[in-house]
């Protein structure tokens, strides 16, 4: 990582969703799809997938801190994703799919607590909040298949009917925030 940028890594259902989205964002300088959070050395999406691991699908989000901070990114998290449903997002469903930020220093978890906080306050959702604020611990990246999955499978049937419109609210939504 070079001098100058910041990792927030975020779990909110399959991994496929949120690359997607944070790809497009300004400021941000690479998204990695992976597993964090289990007790397995080196997961395997099988493994994971079997929801016996305790890791979560997610992204690891390289940004410019001088172009988009760690709270935009985190409330653009909150408003792509159903943080009111324990362990699912859609369909999918078990712990790999729990709504999770993991933070990488005391300050980004202040800043997530608040988020958090203000999206409660806000009464953004009719349902509690369930969205987990933990320490980053081991990252695995995922299989090489996985990277960019959406960019590259645009076609594929969970990308028309779960990743597509999931990118599309957040383009309708945060339109300043997109790349040129």
């Given at each position: ?45 099988e ?18 801190p001088?172009?988009?901070s ?45 988020v ?63 790349k040129?």
């Amino acid at each position: 990582m070079s001098t100058g940028t910041e990792v927030v890594t975020l779990a909110g259902g399959c991994f496929w969703c949120l690359e997607a989205v944070y790809d497009q964002i300004k400021g941000v300088l690479s998204v990695e799809s992976g597993y964090i959070g289990g007790a397995l050395e080196h997961p395997s999406y099988e493994a994971v997938c079997g929801g016996r691991t305790g890791h979560a699908e997610a992204v690891r989000v390289t940004y410019d801190p001088t172009l988009i901070s760690c709270r935009e990114l985190i409330e653009i998290f909150f408003a792509i994703h159903d943080p009111t449903t324990l362990n699912r997002q859609g369909n999918d469903e078990g712990t790999q799919y729990r709504s999770a930020i993991f933070y990488h220093s005391p300050e980004q978890r202040q800043v997530a607590e608040a988020v958090k906080a203000a999206v409660i306050a806000q009464g953004l959702y009719p349902n509690p909040v369930v969205t987990e604020i933990v320490v980053a611990t081991t990252w695995y990246e995922a299989e090489r298949y996985h990277q960019e999955y959406f960019a590259r499978n645009p076609l594929q049937g969970y990308c028309q009917f779960v990743v597509n419109p999931k990118v599309a609210k957040f383009r309708k939504q945060f339109v300043s925030k997109l790349k040129p």
